[in-house]
């Protein structure tokens, strides 16, 4: 699954400019994934227009080999809830596997 989630971004991120940062936590970063799991994703734009629900929107998943849902967080929206303890953006600081910017080593978790 790495490797279809890196090729992935790989062939939006000239059309997404304003992508700083892409991942996947849940099942699969954890290994524990199974019959029925979803591929969850998590990015983290310079910046954003839309309200938080309707950013996924813009984002074609369908070429992912299996069904996913990713959440967009804009960098001001995720340092500040990284700042304020939040317990969801903790965890996905810890369990997430950043696979984009390319430099990432996929087994560097932030």
Do not use: C
């Amino acid at each position: 699954m790495d490797q279809a989630v890196r090729a992935w971004v790989r062939e939006r991120a000239a059309s997404w400019p304003e992508l700083e940062r892409l991942g996947y936590f849940g099942s699969y970063a954890r290994g524990d994934w199974g019959v029925g799991s979803d591929l969850d994703l998590v990015a983290i734009v310079s910046k954003s227009d839309e309200p938080f629900d309707r950013r996924p929107m813009g984002v074609d998943l369908n070429e992912l080999p299996l069904p996913a849902d990713v959440l967009i967080y804009t960098k001001e929206e995720w340092n500040r809830l990284r700042d304020e303890g939040n317990a969801f953006v903790r965890m996905l600081a810890a369990e997430t596997v950043w696979v984009y910017p390319p430099e990432d080593d996929a087994s560097h978790r932030s």
